[in-house]
Structure formats: structure tokens, C-alpha cells
T-cell receptor, first 116, second 114 residues
Framework: DAGVIQSPRHEVTEMGQEVTLRCKPISGHDYLFWYRQTMMRGLELLIYFNNNVPIDDSGMPEDRFSAKMPNASFSTLKIQPSEPRDSAVYFC??????????????FGPGTRLTVL | AQTVTQSQPEMSVQEAETVTLSCTYDTSENNYYLFWYKQPPSRQMILVIRQEAYKQQNATENRFSVNFQKAAKSFSLKISDSQLGDTAMYFCAFMGGATNKLIFGTGTLLAVQP
């Protein structure tokens, strides 16, 4: 398996522009997570899905952020409009069904976003 | 709410020596999991080791082992025979309750010196 795939790996945009980050989870995994990593706030969970349904979006910073999972093999994180403070590395991770037990989260390589 | 604290922002160790990274956490959950992740300069998050809270035996993975003190809510990582490739940021993480949410500490930057 190719692992979790994220695109683009790097994104540079100007303030006010729309940004879309993409993620393809590992086939067969039921959970998908979006994390953001910054120097100030460290690694924080933004949102996660189970079977394509958003379960917890309490980490989404504000209405400018939205995430979708239209099918089991694709998810997007959209920022509109983008601001310089959104500059960060965004990670996508997936894990198999938990069923109340632990399952390892497999991380993608991340997307480094720079908003000028 | 659960919290994870790593009090060592940076550490340095000589190659072949042993180093211990500290982590404490706070939770009211009884069933949970603890993890150490490694993030090298490539940025990739790599799971190093995990510990189930209900297991008393400390987890071990080759040169990596943990000291899990449940009552003290402490979860330290010991790296034996440090190698240059161990140079990375190390994150302690918690997962508990009915969710799969990972809560990360702020990380410890480990430098292995030749």
C-alpha cells in the first residue's frame, strides 16, 4: 500500500485566496483525521471522520475552514479566505475501524502551507 | 480534558549513549493508550512505541522502551545506544475514552551528537 497520500506537498498562496488540501487515506481504513502543526500551537486535531461522516470538528478554528469526505478514498480541507496565520503543516492520517480498541493512526507526509 | 506535557524542549546525547525523554499527562479516563511519535526533518510522523494503560508491563521496541507509571501519570521514553538517525522531534501522545483523538505534547527536539 502506498500509505496516506496528501497533495500538494507545498502550497504558497496569497492572503484572501482559497486553498484546498487533499488526502487519500489507506484503503480499508474507516477513520480519517486532519491535524495542523504550528510552532505556536504544536500538533492539534482539526476534525475527524468515521465512514465518511464528520464525528468531531471541535478543533476547526473558524468558519473559514471546512472539510469534506465525499467517499471512502478522498477528503479535502478547504480554507476560504486564507490568512497568514493559517500558515502551517497540515497532516492527514487514517486508521482502521476501532471498535472501542486502539488502532494505529498512519500519517501522510503533510502539506506545508504558506500564506503571504 | 486530557493534557500532555513535555517539559524538555530540547535534549542532546552522544552517539551510543542512553537518553530519557519525559512526558506527563492528565486524564480521568481509566482506559487509554499512550504513544511516542518521532518526527525527523523529513516531517513524516512515525510511531515509535505505544503502551496500553491496562498493561503493567512496560512496552519495548528494540532500542526504545518506556517507563509507564500509571499512578504518577508519567510516560517516559528511553532510547538506548543512540544513533545519529534518532535525531528528531519526539512527541508524546494520548488517546483515551471513546474517541480516537490523539492529543499531543509540545515535543522534545533530540540531537544525537557524533
Amino acid at each position: 500500500d502506498a500509505g496516506v497520500i496528501q497533495s500538494p506537498r507545498h502550497e504558497v498562496t496569497e492572503m484572501g485566496q482559497e486553498v484546498t488540501l487533499r488526502c487519500k487515506p489507506i484503503s480499508g481504513h474507516d477513520y480519517l483525521f486532519w491535524y495542523r502543526q504550528t510552532m505556536m500551537r504544536g500538533l492539534e486535531l482539526l476534525i475527524y471522520f468515521n465512514n465518511n461522516v464528520p464525528i468531531d470538528d471541535s478543533g476547526m478554528p473558524e468558519d473559514r475552514f471546512s472539510a469534506k469526505m465525499p467517499n471512502a478514498s478522498f477528503s479535502t480541507l478547504k480554507i476560504q479566505p486564507s490568512e497568514p496565520r493559517d500558515s502551517a503543516v497540515y497532516f492527514c492520517a487514517s486508521s482502521p475501524i476501532a471498535g472501542g480498541q486502539y488502532n494505529e493512526q498512519f500519517f501522510g507526509p503533510g502539506t506545508r502551507l504558506t500564506v503571504l | 480534558a486530557q493534557t500532555v506535557t513535555q517539559s524538555q524542549p530540547e535534549m542532546s546525547v552522544q552517539e551510543a549513549e542512553t537518553v530519557t525523554l519525559s512526558c506527563t499527562y492528565d486524564t480521568s479516563e481509566n482506559n487509554y493508550y499512550l504513544f511516542w511519535y518521532k518526527q525527523p526533518p523529513s516531517r513524516q510522523m512515525i510511531l515509535v512505541i505505544r503502551q496500553e494503560a491496562y498493561k503493567q508491563q512496560n512496552a519495548t521496541e528494540n532500542r526504545f522502551s518506556v517507563n509507564f507509571q500509571k499512578a504518577a501519570k508519567s510516560f517516559s521514553l528511553k532510547i538506548s545506544d543512540s544513533q545519529l538517525g534518532d535525531t528528531a522531534m519526539y512527541f508524546c501522545a494520548f488517546m483515551g475514552g471513546a474517541t480516537n483523538k490523539l492529543i499531543f505534547g509540545t515535543g522534545t527536539l533530540l540531537a544525537v551528537q557524533p
